[in-house]
């Protein structure tokens, strides 16, 4: 069983930066951030796998990271240049499986954490 915890959300203007976590307990092979808006579906912003192959959005290549701490055991997602339409809940999620991506794809993941809001303004 895989518990999730993120933090790190909050609201900053255009063009500032903000740095998400996610803290796990339990083993994973594979994690990524997944964002929702209000009023539109879950997408997948960035996945890493235990090996450090990483896989972006389009929407945000260049402008996000996302890193893993083993030793900490903890998922960061770098957000820099922030947008308007960056705006949303910010998901992390975990898969345990050997096999998997590292994927954007939400069915792709098994376990979810609670969510931290992020609100970028204009």
């Known amino acids: 069983q895989v518990q999730l915890v993120e933090s790190g959300g909050g609201s900053v203007q255009a063009g500032g930066s903000l740095r998400l976590s996610c803290e796990a307990s339990?083993?994973?092979?594979?994690m990524g951030w997944f964002r929702q808006a209000p009023g539109k579906e879950r997408e997948g912003v960035a996945a890493?796998?235990?090996?450090?192959?990483?896989n972006y959005a389009d929407s945000v290549k260049g402008r996000f990271t996302i890193s893993k701490d083993n030793a900490k055991n903890t998922l960061y997602l770098e957000m820099n240049s922030l947008k308007p339409e960056d705006t949303g809940m910010y998901y992390c999620?975990?898969?345990?499986?050997?096999?998997?991506?590292?994927?954007?794809?939400?069915?792709?993941?098994?376990?979810w954490g609670q969510g931290t809001q992020v609100t970028v303004s204009s």
């Open positions: 890493i796998k235990s090996d450090r192959s990483t």
């Open positions: 339990g083993f994973t092979i594979c």
């Open positions: 999620a975990a898969d345990i499986r050997l096999f998997c991506g590292p994927s954007t794809n939400a069915r792709s993941f098994g376990y």
